[in-house]
């Protein structure tokens, strides 16, 4: 999950001033402004707040609505997709140490890709935050923190019956993001129907074949070409970065380069765990991986030689925490 400014946290931590004095027995939202009007202290409080977002936070916190006394389902994948949408045209994001971004003007926009792009936004700041709470074994499963139009039924085994905590890693960097024009697609898909259509019905042909197949209820639609379009552009704009910054292509020129690494953990000196798996959300969501926990200190002794050798060689570099 990505670290965005919360919108409402300004809403909360203004009304949170006034809250108990003015606005805990309030019935409308006319009485904000006659309260900004008659007391210079709500003025002061709410002066960058419209009446409609100050009344959402005050009837929530009437009803009780927190995080302790009713769970908050929000779409955060929505709301990420809004932070990097709602900044007009050459508009920067407040400064923030977890995430700092630029929509650049559209005379920025090379001219080639206006046609297709609405926005292309610069991110030079940006927190992941990554969790495993559970796995799956080949399907992704719809997640408690994003629910999900396509729940597919697929179940999570849980690390444990009752988690207090979950382990998890942070990850921080830069990005950018672009943004389609909707007419863009409309304007593909008549370019050339003959094609599309057909392309799109031997996607929908094996979408059913799997649903099928998993025995996933017919209600579950195919989520549509451009979605395979949008996967696609993502995964070769991946690729034309890693190469422009300098990774060697042979990565993606067949796999006679190929090679499998192990990724090692030893603990107390007594236990092992190697695995295939890196911890990301690929390895721990869609990639097909395997591992093993050795309960055996001559094993985890003889991995720990290893590495401790490779730190000496130079090939390895101990990680200062």
Not at 140 to 154: I, K, N, R, Y
Request: charged share 30%; hydrophobic share 40%; proline share 5%.
């Amino acid at each position: 999950m990505i670290s965005i400014p919360d919108r409402t946290q300004a809403v909360r931590d203004a009304v949170d001033r006034v809250y108990e004095d003015f606005f805990a027995t309030a019935e409308s939202a006319a009485e904000i402004a006659t309260y900004r009007k008659k007391f210079p202290k709500v003025k002061a409080a709410l002066e960058t707040h419209a009446d409609a977002e100050v009344w959402v936070e005050i009837e929530r916190r009437q009803s009780k609505s927190t995080a302790a006394t009713a769970r908050d389902w929000r779409d955060y994948k929505a709301e990420e997709i809004e932070t990097f949408r709602r900044p007009a045209h050459g508009e920067r994001t407040p400064p923030a140490d977890d995430f700092s971004a630029e929509v650049l003007p559209k005379s920025a926009i090379p001219k080639k890709f206006r046609p297709y792009f609405e926005r292309i936004v610069l991110v030079s700041r940006l927190r992941e935050v990554v969790a495993q709470y559970g796995f799956t074994r080949f399907d992704t499963g719809s997640s408690d923190v994003v629910p999900s139009a396509q729940d597919l039924g697929v179940q999570h085994a849980l690390l444990s019956r009752e988690p207090s905590w979950c382990p998890a890693v942070e990850n921080r960097g830069e990005g950018f993001f672009i943004g389609f024009r909707d007419d863009a697609f409309a304007a593909w898909r008549e370019r050339a129907k003959a094609q599309v259509d057909k392309r799109a019905a031997r996607f929908e042909a094996a979408f059913d074949l799997w649903r099928e197949q998993r025995k996933i209820p017919p209600r579950y639609e195919f989520p549509g070409l451009e979605l395979v379009l949008l996967h696609s552009f993502s995964h070769m704009l991946l690729t034309a970065v890693a190469l422009e910054c300098g990774y060697s292509a042979d990565r993606y020129e067949g796999a006679d380069r190929a090679c499998l690494h192990a990724k090692c953990i030893v603990v107390d000196g007594a236990k092992a765990f190697v695995t295939s798996a890196n911890f990301s959300g690929a390895a721990h969501e869609r990639n097909v991986e395997l591992g093993v926990c050795i309960d055996d200190p001559r094993i985890a002794a003889a991995i720990e030689e290893e590495l401790d050798e490779l730190i000496t060689a130079g090939v390895l570099a101990p990680l200062r925490l």
